[in-house]
């Protein structure tokens, strides 16, 4: 059977992600070295993941801002861990002005700065440095920052959406009086995420702590939310970390405390990211194409009139006049009216994952019917329904579709989770091509043994398992 | 008279302004020079106007999408205007890692990129890039775009909001097969503006054309909006570019025609930024504080339960539940329920601009009455009023703030804006100490004579009156 994505994932995953992306229509790569352009389509999307996510960290009592893009050099300085982990990776401003010199545009000598900038890969330190002005006494705390920005990280092996040098994100910095209390917010952001995830993206996780080896550099621990996708690699698409008192004591944040002495906070951050949408879209796509959860898609329902040249007119109003009552009932709804051939409009919006299709021909108008297909069940769902039923259902029908998606992911996940009682099992297992995640006890004992099998199959140690930790799980990964 | 700003306006209005953001907590100059730190407060309201404004752009049928921050430096030597307004003043970003060297991080000399990157200062040039691959026939056409992002131009005299190396705005970029329908757009985005100034921001707007010398740097037509602060200066909050064919023909952005021909594009740019923030301030604040017109206030409405230990619990609880009645009304609302003083309660949100205050006491909580302040008329507008009458009113005396604030700068405008009917009477004018517009013929013929009083008057063409072109606008300015 033909798809409208070649390869199809069994043939090539990888190059069906890539070819996915073009069809969908959602992002390119920019003349700029590892960099994306999302393109309207793509940033829809994100737009509703990101307002979605905001109502949530809002909900949380956190208060939104904004930090500079530039961070003096100097700050990075301050945190030993943290300057090992990012420094590597950093783009750095040294000039602030371009000059004409032989005919071609430089960086003009006479306007080097004497203390250069980076641009943030994140921003720890130059909230760090903020908070140790903002906060003076307990009553300052808790102190709960969010903000919605761009960051940069350079990237040797960049993948739309995946790892791209810029990418954007929420990056949270919560500072608190006591450990405890530092500790329980990590984790609470931390199954927030995860929330978000089912009943937004319609993605079950993996949650988890980081290993020491994974860990954020400068955490004293990390807390991560893992994807599985279809071919069975994983994806963390968000972490949660207690920072300690690392970043408190580089920075001097300090409070007065009720006992009138001078204490240092405790601080967290949490950040996810457009890499996001790279799960979302290697979650939920078919060979045909992308699929879209109802909550995050940025048209819930097409109407396709099928037109012939003379009823034309008629049809698109028709159409236009359901679009109309469908909104009122708060539904995203687009009328294809172009000039596009009937079949063209439908494999247009097959490919972008629209999760309702309906198409309503001149004789369907007479009978008040029109004919629904459910994107993420394909043709076989196909029905001719009266259109009062129809308004009345649709919100019904994309409620079940987001809950169907959840469903279907979850089951698919049982079969991609594998128990291994020791290192010799996990190493058969992973000789024989088995895909997934494993899950095996945690032993430093036989943490030797283990880098050399995650050398060999470039697997990684994903987390902890929440459930259990003294079990880890292992994966190859995006 | 105290008032809770010092200096007053009058005693010196760009102190009162530093200060008023200060008191407001609205920003604060960040440890990296030329740039801001927007504060909750601050950012919350940028939220809202950022919101608003985000409505219109959609409901003109322009899409969102996110182009790359850096931008290769190649691209600005295409277009040669654009080039010599822009090239002067931009973060260069020249390697791409650091390195500890002799003890402190550096820019790692092997990490030295072949081509450096500009951070972009405005988006035409990578945006004609990608527009001359997204646009191929007239089918494509008219293309328009937006994106919400950060940008950089290094500034020598930066003041918050008003002019910081790094600012926040949403930048437009529409393509279209004809000059007329572009520079139709152009207008209709410059009209948009002014709209939103006057129905969003309560501030009306003075429109017109900039003169050739004050174009943007590769238009053909730059409109602009332009609002007249409390001490007579310009600010100009937003401008709309017709650029010909300029960036089309740079960068290639073709069509083919129905004719069967390929044809250059029309392009036009479109722009407002968190200086219209500078501007809000400005326009509306007093020696209080600021005050915010409704629709862009985080809180609307503040309520203040004035307790006692014996009635703290009850009181407070009262007073969340009629938060509630208001929240349900769709309106913002904040309870102070914090420790502080009632009257430093007090003060706090005036400082802050919340358009109505509430005041409840043991007594009111009794009786079912509460006493309400509108921010904008103070003291005098101080009444007890029922609470079931308030409940129902609130939305209503929001809409009045709302309209009334507008009213009161149409009126002060009109005091500020001066009739000369020749270059004498406008110096004699400014001699004398008037400020505000000055409204004159624009005479090209005695361009020279007006460029010395521009010198000495440190004024500037604000723009042509487009109720009478053959009129230009003068003024000092932001």
Chains 1, 2 share one sequence.
């Not at 960099?35 to 996510?53: F, N, Q, V």
């Not at 405890?180 to 984790?187: C, F, I, L, Q, T």
Request: proline fraction near 4%.
């Amino acid at each position: 059977m033909k798809t409208a994505i070649t390869p199809t994932r069994e043939e090539n995953f990888n190059e069906w992600y890539q070819n996915l992306i073009v069809a969908a229509d959602l992002a390119e790569n920019s003349p700029v070295r590892g960099c994306m352009t999302i393109k309207p389509y793509g940033w829809a999307i994100w737009e509703l993941m990101r307002d979605e996510m905001d109502k949530r960290i809002k909900a949380s009592g956190v208060l939104n801002a904004n930090f500079p893009l530039l961070i003096p050099i100097d700050f990075f300085n301050k945190e030993a861990e943290h300057v090992a982990g990012f420094a590597k990776e950093c783009a750095v401003v040294t000039h602030h002005r371009l000059k004409m010199i032989d005919g071609s545009l430089q960086p003009d000598p006479e306007a080097k700065l004497t203390e250069p900038y980076v641009i943030r890969p994140t921003s720890e330190t130059i909230i760090g440095e903020a908070m140790a002005r903002w906060v003076q006494s307990y009553r300052d705390l808790p102190l709960k920052l969010n903000q919605w920005v761009n960051v940069m990280r350079w990237e040797m092996r960049p993948r739309l959406f995946l790892r791209t040098a810029e990418f954007n994100w929420q990056e949270g910095h919560n500072v608190f009086a006591t450990h405890s209390e530092a500790n329980e917010d990590a984790r609470k952001m931390h199954k927030m995420y995860a929330e978000y995830m089912a009943n937004v993206l319609a993605i079950p996780v993996i949650m988890g702590e980081k290993t020491v080896e994974e860990r954020f550099a400068g955490a004293d621990h990390t807390y991560t939310v893992e994807q599985i996708m279809q071919d069975g690699k994983a994806l963390q698409a968000g972490t949660s970390h207690d920072l300690g008192q690392h970043f408190a004591k580089s920075f001097g944040i300090q409070y007065l405390g009720t006992d009138g002495k001078l204490n240092y906070g405790w601080t967290t951050s949490w950040g996810t990211s457009t890499r996001m949408m790279g799960g979302l879209f290697m979650t939920h796509s078919d060979d045909d194409g992308l699929v879209l959860p109802p909550m995050v898609a940025p048209y819930q329902i097409v109407i396709i009139p099928i037109t012939r040249s003379e009823t034309e007119k008629e049809l698109n109003d028709y159409s236009h006049k359901l679009a109309e009552q469908l909104r009122a009932k708060g539904i995203r709804v687009l009328v294809d009216d172009t000039d596009a051939r009937a079949p063209d409009k439908m494999w247009k919006w097959i490919k972008r994952g629209v999760p309702l299709r309906v198409e309503i021909g001149a004789k369907e108008m007479e009978d008040n019917t029109l004919t629904v297909t459910r994107r993420d069940l394909g043709k076989s769902s196909k029905t001719n329904v009266a259109v009062e039923h129809f308004i009345n259902d649709a919100q019904n029908m994309l409620d079940t579709i987001q809950h169907d998606m959840l469903v279907a992911v979850e089951k698919r996940n049982k079969t991609m989770i594998t128990d291994v009682k020791d290192l010799k099992e996990l190493e058969s297992a992973l000789e024989s091509g088995k895909i997934g995640f494993f899950r095996i006890k945690y032993d430093l004992t036989t943490n030797e043994e283990f880098d050399g099998l995650i050398e060999k199959y470039k697997i990684s140690r994903r987390c902890l398992d929440d459930q259990d930790p003294s079990f880890v799980f292992v994966a190859k990964s995006y």
